[in-house]
Each structure stands twice: as C-alpha cells, then as structure tokens.
C-alpha cells in the first residue's frame, strides 16, 4: 500500500465515522495541519503522527511483508552500473 491508498482508507473511516477533520485532530491530539497532511496523502509526517490518527479512527498501523512480485523487482540499474559492465568487459 502506498501514501495515496493509505490516504484514502484513513479519508473513508474519516467519513464514516461522522466526524470533521478538527475533532479527529482532537481525538488524535495532533495539530488539524499533520491530519490533513496524513489524509492527503501528499506531505512527509511524523509516524507518531500517523499511528494517532489511525488510532483515533480505530484503526491500527501495521507493517506487512510486501507482495512477492513487489519483492523480486531487484534494483534498477543505473548509467553507473553500464559503465562498470563495460570496463569488466574491456579487461
């Protein structure tokens, strides 16, 4: 899950539990600023931060093994890498 997805299900308990923005930033104890940075999905916040939002919504932050094809990509290679092949080969 990305900051967009996880943006996204924060903005959906959001709604459903009936309440604005200001009382959920009471509820979480975090300036109304860091709430909306966390349900837009966009800015770099604080994880203290975003655990109590997630509390104040009922919900919990969990770290989950990511999906195998996720895990397999590898690296990507760089200009830097096809200079270093073509000197091993020059040798």
């Known amino acids: 899950m990305n900051e967009v997805e996880l943006a996204a299900r924060l ?8 309440r604005t923005e200001w009382e959920l930033s009471r509820r979480a104890n975090v ?5 909306e940075a ?4 966009t800015g ?5 931060a975003l655990v109590r939002v997630a509390a104040a919504l009922e919900m ?3 770290l989950v093994p990511a999906q195998a094809a996720r895990r397999n990509a ?18």
């Open 11 to 18: 903005r959906a308990a959001l709604a459903a539990s009936g």
């Open 44 to 48: 770099a916040v604080p994880l203290a």
């Open 60 to 62: 919990e932050v969990d």
């Open 31 to 35: 300036k109304l600023a860091l709430v």
């Open 74 to 91: 590898g690296p990507v290679p760089t200009v830097v890498d096809a200079a270093l092949e073509r000197l091993r080969r020059e040798d």
């Open 38 to 41: 966390v349900l837009g999905g």
